[in-house]
């Protein structure tokens, strides 16, 4: 083994050779992967290869039809087989909302240029003969699934690797790193030591191990999973392979293994394994086998295959492998630590290993992962993820693997976890809660406490009425918002404005405003979305997306700022609440001695002042695009702070709203958000944010792209439509048509109450950006006419919130 190498990868497993093979083919040569047992002998040897191109993130589906595509390229390269069978696969419908959903998914699957198709159930009955189709209302297929042979793909990747220039070790385990002061690491293994500039960890059962090596509780856990081979059918011989496939109802899934049906369960009363530790004997192993937890799901199954029934049970697999509390994989740099990046919790091995390993080896190589994977980033995780919050939500996700997620669902593991002060205020005003960075907030109001339950659904559900009355509250006279679930960083120091400057698009404002800036990577693309809060000359209090802290703090930490400036997280060290709407002035006016005229507060001013009794940052700013105000305080004045605003508020009509009612009111100003409208696929300029570019304040991050963009701009555009729905709006990842061919797709939606439409924001070419009709939304399956609106929908110039 060489005691020197760039890059170390902890992990033989389908995720470390994938990372290996593409690091070489990125140009690093120099890369070695240490193995502690054989090639595959954590979770990859006994996985049942199956591969799939659909998943709910459609940047996460693009990185699984690059894995697919793969393999081919691999075989060729390596001369080993992966064993690729792509027989195509069906995902069967037992339900009228289950056959919606797969509407769905064909419509997602059209802006991604895939080929599926809805079938009825006879149809299905046809081409996958061994269903009993009076279970069946329809089903998709889709050509492109199939199941690769596990050790093949390893090792094809792993030779793959060493032809480009890679050396893998086997046996030899990591039992330590060891962080040098210039960011390098000591890899301290029982075979010797290897000094590598960066370190892998694709350590798969034991990556949560190898984090712990360098102080990190990475959110993963094991569960247990089981598929059974059955004996040869007698239906299947002479016959073309059967289609891989997903039967939601029964929760299972299947493909043929030789002469017979391989069939594995997603059971409801999964089991975690080896919560706390993994052990380090586990190699090539398996667990008992335990056909009494799956029987639930075998006996739905039966009926639904009844030829597998008759089949004799030629074999059982029991085998651990790990997820991430939403199921995503975990990968990218490591906040907090130089040099140290993980792909792991990869629970799709053979759909997702090529697409992680892409995206990691570009991320390591060009200092960006080339794609937009925001829902598989490890910075979408903060220190608020505990071992046993992991716990409750991989158990609950596990379970839910094959269960339809609606727009409107909030998932019940692990709540409530964390609450602010006003939260059982905010429950007694009958508020309907929901889950954000294990974070309570309300998202609409009941009128009592029995009804203060959603039902579940792609349709206008029974909040439509009360968020209704919540926006009518907000246009005529003034509502009152929670809005603690913000990141927030304090930065302060001398330096403050240069470096600011440096990092954001955007001007920095002067002492006592606030300017709205974009933050770009060097490509130009929307790296994040922040309000920035001049307190004074050395202080600016930083306004941005909760989920995206951590990743703004690793950015923050590449581009580090100079010394003397602090750059600090504080987000639930300052909860707010905000008002808003026309009477939001007279009510917080009543509060304090301040003069909040507009000559003497406007738009966009920032300012201590007190609220009653209470110090507070205020705002003059508000995301509804009304007249309102964001008022800060640290948490133990939350609760005085909300009963002084609800004791005055009553003579202004003051009403509670949530984030339902938020989401509305911003969609009709047009305005848009982190993780929807804008991610790191987009430009400023196509994300219509171009105002707050400033390019000639001097150098920042990104502004040679950004100046290209504007030259030519932009091949996309974010546009605002308003939709013919009848009970149920876009939601988001809808495919937008104009004369007859998908040409873009929607980032949010939701019913403009104050507007009495339906509405829609999404990206379609530059080129179509000056049409206004001629263009359609495909909701649930059908294709419902779409009206490019000119500007926003509500108060357009903007006169409300500046009034
Ligand atoms: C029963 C079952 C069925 C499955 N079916 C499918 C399927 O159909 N399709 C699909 O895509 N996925 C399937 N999976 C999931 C799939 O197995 C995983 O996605 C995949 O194995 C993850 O690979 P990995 O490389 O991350 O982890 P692992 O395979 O666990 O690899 C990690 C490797 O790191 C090594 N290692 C760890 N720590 C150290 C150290 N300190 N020093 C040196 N080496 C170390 C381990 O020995 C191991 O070889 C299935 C899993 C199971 C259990």
């Not at 992990?11 to 890369?31: I, R």
């Not at 050509?143 to 060493?162: R, S």
């Not at 600011?500 to 130009?524: F, W």
């Amino acid at each position: 083994m060489k005691s020197d190498a760039r890059v170390v990868v902890i992990g033989g497993g389908v995720v470390g050779a994938s990372v290996l093979y593409h690091l070489t083919k990125a140009g690093w040569k120099d890369v070695l992967l240490l193995e502690r047992g054989e090639l595959t002998c954590g979770s990859t040897w006994h996985a049942a290869g199956g591969m799939h191109t659909l998943n709910g993130d459609p940047n996460v589906a693009r990185l699984q039809q690059y894995t697919i595509n793969l393999y081919k390229e691999l075989e060729r390269i390596s001369g080993q087989s992966c064993g690729l069978h792509m027989p195509g696969g069906i995902m069967l419908a037992g339900t009228r909302e289950r056959f919606d959903w797969l509407k769905m998914a064909q419509a997602r699957g059209r802006y991604l240029g895939m080929d599926l198709e809805l079938i009825s159930a006879d149809e299905a009955a046809r081409v996958f003969p061994i269903i009993d189709k009076r279970h069946f209302v329809g089903a998709l297929l889709d050509p492109i699934e199939g199941h690769v042979d596990p050790y093949g793909v390893t090792h094809a990747y792993a030779k793959a690797a060493q032809i480009g220039g890679a050396q893998v070790v086997r046996h030899t385990r990591v039992m330590d790193l060891k962080a040098r002061p210039d960011g390098s690491w000591d890899v301290i293994t029982d075979a010797g030591n290897v000094h590598a500039e960066h370190v892998v960890n694709a350590g798969g059962l034991w990556a949560r191990e190898v984090g712990r090596m360098v102080g990190l509780e990475l959110p993963i856990l094991a569960m247990q999973h089981q598929y059974l081979i059955t004996e040869d059918l007698p239906a299947l011989k002479g016959q073309k392979e059967l289609l891989t496939c997903i039967d939601f109802e029964g929760e299972i899934y299947t493909r043929q293994e030789r002469g017979g049906v391989l069939l594995g369960t997603y059971e409801r009363a999964g089991v975690p394994w080896s919560p706390l530790q993994t052990p380090w004997d586990f190699t090539h192993s398996l667990l008992p086998e335990d056909l009494e937890r799956i029987a639930p799901s075998l006996e739905v199954g039966f009926q639904h295959f009844p030829a597998l029934a008759q089949a004799g049970v030629r074999k059982v697999v029991n085998g651990p492998f790990t997820f991430a509390p939403d199921g995503n994989p975990l990968v990218g740099p490591v906040p907090g630590l130089t040099n140290f990046w993980v792909a792991c919790g990869v629970m799709a091995g053979f759909s997702q290993g090529g697409g992680v390993g892409l995206a990691l080896s570009q991320w390591m190589v060009e200092g960006d992962p080339g794609a937009d994977v925001w829902a598989m980033d490890v910075a979408r995780y903060g220190d608020w993820v505990s071992l046993a919050y992991t716990n409750a939500k991989v158990r609950e996700n596990y379970s839910r693997r094959f269960r339809i997620r609606f727009p409107n669902e909030e998932l019940s593991a692990a709540r409530p976890l964390r609450t602010t002060p006003v939260y059982e205020r905010l429950q007694a005003g009958h508020a309907v809660f929901g889950e954000y960075c294990g974070l309570e907030h309300a998202l609409w109001f009941a009128p009592s406490a029995a009804q203060a339950t959603e039902e579940i659904t792609f349709h206008r559900s029974n909040a439509h009425p009360h968020v209704a009355a919540e926006c009518q509250a907000v246009r005529e006279a003034v509502g009152l918002l929670e809005i603690s679930n913000y990141g927030k960083f304090e930065v302060t120091g001398p330096g403050v404005e240069e470096w600011l400057s440096y990092v954001m698009a955007n001007r920095v404002p002067k002492v006592g405003r606030i300017a709205l800036t974009p933050m770009l990577n060097e490509r130009g693309k929307l790296i994040g979305d922040f309000t920035l809060c001049r307190l004074a000359a050395q202080r600016v209090f930083l306004i941005c997306t909760y989920a995206a802290q951590e990743y703004y703090r690793r950015w923050f930490e590449r581009h580090a700022p100079p010394p003397g400036v602090t750059v600090r997280p504080c987000a639930m060290e300052y909860v707010g609440l905000s008002v808003a709407g026309p009477r939001s002035r007279a009510l917080l006016q009543s509060l304090t001695r301040e003069d909040l005229s507009s000559a003497a507060f406007p738009f966009l001013s920032f300012r201590a002042l007190d609220v009653g009794m209470i110090p507070a940052l205020v705002g003059r700013i508000s995301f509804t695009g009304d007249l309102g105000y964001e008022i800060w305080v640290t948490s133990e004045y939350q609760r005085a702070l909300y009963d002084l605003l609800m004791g005055a508020g009553a003579e202004q009509g003051l009403k509670l709203f949530g984030g339902r009612a938020l989401n509305t009111l911003r969609i009709e100003k047009s305005f848009g958000t982190w993780a929807r409208e804008y991610r790191p696929i987009y430009g400023p300029y196509e994300a219509g944010l171009g105002r707050f570019v400033d390019l000639k304040k001097g150098e920042f991050v990104g502004r040679a792209a950004a100046l290209e963009e504007r030259d030519s701009g932009g091949a996309l555009r974010l546009v605002t439509f308003s939709v013919d729905a009848s009970d149920a709006d876009a939601s988001g990842d809808e495919p937008v048509w104009h004369d007859g061919k998908v040409v873009g797709w929607v980032t949010s939606g939701a019913y403009g109450h104050s507007v009495r439409q339906s509405l829609a924001l999404g990206y379609i070419p530059a080129a179509l950006a000056r049409e206004t009709s001629g263009f359609e939304i495909e909701i649930i399956g059908e294709r419902r006419k779409a009206l490019r609106q000119p500007a926003a929908v509500f108060d357009p110039d903007g006169s409300r919130m500046r009034a």
